[in-house]
């Protein structure tokens, strides 16, 4: 991957960061060589600052650092699409995005995903997820199959409104499970995306 600084007359070229795991577009920076290298050598996004006139590393002085899942470079080479796992808040504004996309992507379960991955990474004490991920995988399987045979109960009455709080406590569980074991709802979406062009 070799991106063409040359084309703009200060060399610098845009970078489009995404959140890997919701693909909401979170913010725009510009990058010289000099960046570009450092991001990809420290996995963590360096941009170049146009008014610091520096390097200038997302998250060195709030630690909310954006750490690179993927790089890629557009058909002309002068424009990047930086997937990013964001620790914490991304605008300075402290919201989730500088274009305040929170809550209007469409995606709520990726956003939900994103809370049950900072109640694991950063356990709250007055937290019901952090607790169950204290508890460790047994118990979070054992919830998981209480939600599955309550859903189960629900399906065989006509309470709707019973009947989508128990598919709700269900999914909830599982997405919590998902991340007890690493890994994402894409990742299951991929294995049925799989199965699907077969």
């Known amino acids: 991957m070799k991106p063409n600084f040359s084309k703009a007359a200060d060399g610098l070229i845009p970078a489009i960061i995404q959140d890997n795991n919701s693909n909401v577009i979170l913010m725009l920076g510009y990058m010289n060589q000099e960046a570009f290298e450092k991001t990809q050598k420290e996995k963590r996004v360096t941009f170049f600052s146009r008014s610091k006139k520096r390097l200038w590393t997302k998250g060195e002085e709030s630690g909310n650092f954006l750490n690179v899942n993927s790089i890629l470079l557009d058909c002309d080479e002068d424009t990047l699409l930086i997937k990013a796992t964001p620790q914490g808040p991304v605008c300075h504004t402290g919201t989730d995005t500088c274009f305040n996309e929170k809550n209007k992507s469409g995606n709520f379960l990726s956003e939900l995903e994103n809370i049950i991955s900072k109640r694991k990474e950063d356990p709250q004490s ?73």
């Open 126 to 198: 007055d937290s019901y997820t952090s607790s169950l991920f204290k508890k460790g995988i047994n118990k979070i399987a054992q919830k998981v199959g209480e939600e599955a045979i309550e859903l189960v109960i629900e399906s065989k009455d006509d309470n709707k409104a019973l009947f989508l709080n128990e598919a709700a406590d269900l999914l909830f569980h599982y997405l919590i499970l998902l991340r007890a074991k690493d890994v994402y709802l894409k990742d299951i979406t991929a294995v049925l995306e799989g199965r699907n062009s077969k």
